[in-house]
């Protein structure tokens, strides 16, 4: 939720309950990002999770493993290569109408 701008940023609650400062809205207009801006991707219902040591933004699956977003890769020009320890959740077509086990 974003909530005040604070010297030219946005306060930004993440769904796991993170308080950060973020990019204002005015600086993605146009473009998809998990802020302000999310794509229709089948991860976009799924929490926010900030990953200050590499910095993007993860979604939480059911099971509970950070997947990241990919709508921080189009913002970030793909600076991070993105590997995580996945479940298969991240891919559409493992989530797709299939019940996967943890």
């Not at 609650?13 to 229709?40: E, F, M, R, Y």
């Not at 990241?68 to 996945?86: Q, S, V």
Request: charged content about 25%.
């Amino acid at each position: 939720m974003v909530e005040r701008m604070i010297d030219n940023r946005e306060e930004y609650t993440t769904g796991t309950g993170q308080n950060l400062k973020v990019h204002s809205k005015d600086s993605c207009a146009g473009n998809h990002c998990p802020i302000h801006n999310p794509s229709d991707h089948h991860m976009v219902t799924w929490k926010t999770c900030w990953r200050g040591d590499r910095g993007i933004m993860e979604r939480l699956c059911e099971y509970g493993i950070g997947h990241p977003d990919p709508d921080d890769f189009r913002i970030r020009n793909g600076d991070d290569p993105g590997g995580h320890g996945c479940d298969g959740c991240c891919n559409p077509e493992l989530w797709a109408g299939k019940q996967l086990e943890p």
